[in-house]
């Protein structure tokens, strides 16, 4: 099908009811492809997702169909975004059931000690076993939940790990999984989270390290056979996903220290790095986002971001940017001046962004 740009309000976009197709009967079917492993019917990218396919009943059942100039098929919305608002490489599907292992012993899982599910029980490091003990799901609040108790969560009590009954609102069982440093992080303080103890122990630390194995952790599929991305290497603009029309961006200035919020544009003054230590820093002017007066952003020396941590840090499962001192502060954008500010909220529906490497 021949697809366009109309304007720029209009995003070009595919679904399922716009794409004529057959009964799955009528159509030729193909030998199972891998593309169709994790969908049996709907939309599967194809060729870096520039465009996509129909999986049917497993089987690829079309040739790949391109997506317009300036847009990339998205898994998650099932349809071609501009390309802005995808990430080809992160597009997995987060919502599944995850080991959750250290980056110091990639063999060794978070588990309840000794497998025994009941409330009180610690969480210990244990080797990665398909054990559904072994198995935990992140919900919107970034609470941790038990694939073999799905009413069962892991909280903090003191400076350790227990399995608690899962409660909406429970600040010690909500997380923030970083790229700062690929750390899970408390809701209640950003600059403490989980780090791998003397033997099979976890603990809580306010001494992390972006560097440090130890104090590093991804979540892997066991159905799937996939890990989370941890890192967003090289250059990447930081895009909102709210609003119609064309995206918008974080940009800076050279004449200021003011970070504003623009239509993206292919321009060094909207890239951004994460430096050695996980903070944003702009590509081009080599200084770094700390928040100012606790709401506002600008760039600052990168020494002296870094020695006071008044900075924020990235969530992979919500795609929301936080403060690491205040995380129940989340960066959403002024609808008049359309100027970047931290605020608080516990809304799922609260400002998401997109890290697009470049």
Known sequence: PSLSCASP????????????SNSPSEIPSLAPDPLCANVI?????????????????????TKPISCPQGTLF????????????????????????????????????LAPAKNILRYGQNIRLTKCKKYDAHQWKVDFEGKISSKANSKMCIGRKKNGLVLQKCKSGNKTQKFYYSLYGSRLLLFENGLKGLASGSGSSVIISNQLSPRRQSDSWNFFSVKEKISVPTSSSGKFFIVSTFGNGKPKCLMAKKSTNKIFF????????????????????????????????????????CSAVVQEYDTI?????????????????????????????????????????ILKRI
């Open 9 to 20: 309000s209009e995003i070009p976009s595919l679904s399922p009811s716009q794409i004529p």
């Open 41 to 61: 019917n709907g939309l599967v990218a194809a060729e870096d997702c520039k465009s996509f396919q129909i999986c049917v009943n497993g089987n690829i059942s």
């Open 74 to 109: 998205d898994t998650d919305k099932q349809f071609c975004n501009w390309d802005f608002l995808v990430n080809c490489d992160s597009n997995i599907d987060l919502s599944g059931y995850f080991n959750v292992y250290s980056m110091n012993s990639r063999s060794k899982c």
């Open 262 to 301: 623009q239509t993206c544009k292919k321009s060094q003054m909207f890239e951004w790095i994460l430096d050695r230590n996980g903070v944003f820093r702009h590509n081009k002017l080599k200084k770094c986002i700390e928040i100012k007066n606790s709401a506002a952003l600008q760039l600052s020396s």
């Open 313 to 353: 840090a990235y969530s992979i499962f919500d795609k929301k940017i936080f403060s690491l001192h205040d995380p129940s502060k989340i960066l959403t954008v002024e609808k008049k001046n359309k100027k970047p500010f931290l605020t608080t909220t516990t809304s799922p529906d609260a400002q998401s962004w």
